[in-house]
C-alpha cells in the first residue's frame, strides 16, 4: 500500500512539472510571437519607382577576367558576376552555400540586402522590399539571400535586371525528416503526436494530425513550394502545380542539390565565371548523427506521398541538373570535384582541432556555436585549431562562423533573434 501511495505521488509530481513546463513554454512562445508581430515592418501601399542600376557593384572594372575553362562549347574571357538572389531554402546545405556567399561579397566589396531585427525577412509572411535594412527606393544592392518567402515581383525591383537567381533544393523526404525534427515542436498540432518516434506516427496518418491553418503548419507539408511562394496544400494533378513549376524554372538560372553539393559548386563557378578558391567550405549546420531518422522505404514513401509538390519539383529540377552536368563533362566534373575536395581537406588540416565538426557541448568559442532548436542542442559546430599561420587565420575563422555570428559582424541588427535565442536556451537548458 505504502509502495503504491509513494508511486501515485511520485507521478503525481511528475505531471505537475511538466504542467509547469507546458505553461512556461506557451507563455515564452506566445510572448516571441507578439514580439515578433510587433517587428514586422509596416509595408507602404506604394514605392516610388526607381530603376535599378545595371549592378553597383564598388569596382566592376576592377573585377579580374580569367579565361573560361576548357569547354568545347564555349571560349574567351569572363568576369565574375556579382549580382546575386539566393533563394535560401530551409534544411537544405543553405547555410553552407551562404557562408561562401558571405566570403565572396567581403572579398569583392559587394553590398548586401539585409533584413532588419531578425535574420531573416518577416519569414514566413511574403518579402517585400521595406523589409530591406534601411531600405529606400533606388537604392543599389548586389547580393539577397537571407530566408523569405519569394516574391517575384518585389525582389526583382530590387536587383539589377542581369542579376543571377540561384537557389539549393534536397530530396523531399530527407527534407521533411529533418524539418520535422528541427521545427517539429514549435508546430503546436504535433504535441498531441502520442508515442518515442512522432515522425513514424504522423506519417501512418498524417490528414489526421496535420492542420493546414496551424501555427507553423507550413514547415511540415512541402516545405520547398512554401518558401518559393506558392500554395503548399494543392493537390499534385492541380494544374497550378505544374504553372508554378515552370514559373520556378524560367526564374532561376540554376538549382543546385544538396545530394550533390560539390558538382553543385562546380556548375555554379562555370556559371558565374567565379574561381575555385571561392568554392572552399565547412559544412555548416549539420546535425549529429544519432539524432537522424532512418527512413525505412516505407516511411520514405509515405514521406514523398505527403510532400508530392516537393517531389514533383525536385524531380523536374534533378533532370535539369543531370543534363547540365553531361554538358559540363562528366569526366572533368568528376576531375574539379575532387580538387575542390583536395582543397576542403587542405582547409580542414588548417582550420579545425581535430579536423572535423564536434556536438554542441564540445564547442569552446561562445561565436562558433550555431543555433539550436528548440529542446535539444542536435547541431554541430567546430572549434578553430591553435596557432594558425598569419596567412590563413582570418579565413579560417571565416569559414567556421555561423549565420548569427557572421550577420552580427556585417552589422546587422539581430535583437529579437538573439531574444528569441536566450529564451530557447531557457527551454533547452
Known amino acids: 500500500m505504502q509502495i503504491c501511495w509513494i508511486m501515485a505521488l511520485k507521478h503525481r509530481r511528475h505531471w505537475k512539472f ?8 506557451v507563455l515564452l512562445t506566445s ?3 507578439f514580439l515578433y508581430c510587433l517587428s514586422m515592418p509596416h509595408v507602404p501601399l506604394s514605392l516610388t519607382e526607381i530603376p535599378v542600376p545595371f549592378s553597383c557593384a564598388h569596382h566592376p572594372s576592377h573585377l579580374t577576367t580569367r579565361p573560361i575553362s576548357n569547354n568545347s562549347q564555349k571560349s574567351g574571357m569572363c568576369t565574375p558576376k556579382v549580382d546575386i538572389m539566393f533563394m535560401k ?3 537544405a546545405a543553405s547555410s553552407t552555400f551562404l557562408n561562401i556567399l558571405f566570403r565572396f561579397g567581403e572579398k569583392h566589396q559587394l553590398k548586401f540586402a539585409f533584413p532588419d531585427s531578425r535574420n531573416d525577412f518577416s519569414y514566413p509572411t511574403f518579402f517585400q522590399r521595406s523589409y530591406v535594412k534601411d531600405f529606400k527606393p533606388g537604392m543599389c544592392f548586389n547580393i539577397i539571400c537571407n530566408h523569405m518567402r519569394f516574391n517575384a515581383p518585389e525582389v526583382a525591383k530590387l536587383l539589377p535586371l542581369d542579376t543571377a537567381y540561384v537557389t539549393i533544393l534536397r530530396d ?3 527534407l521533411f525528416e529533418s524539418s520535422f525534427h528541427y521545427y ?3 508546430v503546436p498540432f504535433t504535441w498531441k503526436i502520442a508515442g518515442d518516434d512522432k515522425l513514424a506516427e504522423f ?3 498524417p490528414h489526421y494530425y496535420f492542420d493546414p491553418e496551424g501555427f507553423n503548419a507550413f514547415y511540415l507539408r512541402n516545405l520547398l513550394f512554401f518558401d518559393f511562394g506558392v500554395d503548399n496544400t494543392l493537390e499534385a494533378d492541380d494544374p497550378r502545380v505544374d504553372e508554378a513549376i515552370q514559373n520556378i524554372t524560367e526564374r532561376f538560372r540554376l538549382f543546385m542539390l544538396a545530394e550533390h553539393f560539390e558538382e553543385s559548386l562546380i556548375l555554379l563557378k562555370d556559371a558565374l565565371c567565379w574561381e575555385m578558391d571561392d568554392l572552399v567550405f565547412f559544412k555548416l549546420n549539420a546535425r549529429n548523427g544519432s539524432t537522424v531518422s532512418k527512413l525505412t522505404p516505407d516511411l520514405r514513401a509515405k514521406a514523398l506521398e505527403w510532400n508530392a509538390l516537393d517531389w514533383k519539383l525536385y524531380r523536374h529540377m534533378n533532370r535539369t541538373f543531370w543534363r547540365r552536368v553531361d554538358a559540363y563533362g562528366r569526366r572533368r566534373m568528376a576531375e574539379d570535384v575532387a580538387e575542390l575536395n583536395r582543397r576542403n581537406a587542405e582547409m580542414a588540416a588548417t582550420c579545425i582541432e581535430g579536423g572535423h565538426a564536434v556536438d554542441s557541448g564540445r564547442i569552446q568559442e561562445s561565436d562558433m556555436q550555431p543555433w ?10 567546430y572549434n578553430l585549431k591553435k596557432n594558425i599561420d598569419e596567412a590563413h587565420v582570418k579565413l579560417c575563422r571565416k569559414m567556421l562562423t555561423p549565420e548569427i555570428q557572421y550577420l552580427t559582424e556585417f552589422g546587422v541588427n539581430l ?8 529564451v530557447r536556451d531557457i527551454i533547452n537548458w
Open 415 to 422: 535583437w529579437l533573434t538573439k531574444l528569441w535565442g536566450h
Open 31 to 33: 510572448s516571441i510571437i
Open 172 to 174: 523531399p523526404a530527407e
Open 372 to 381: 539550436q532548436p528548440i529542446g535539444e542542442k542536435s547541431i554541430m559546430g
Open 184 to 186: 517539429g515542436r514549435t
Open 89 to 91: 531554402t530551409h534544411k
Open 18 to 25: 511538466m504542467c509547469k513546463r507546458l505553461v512556461l513554454g
Open 203 to 205: 506519417l501512418r496518418d
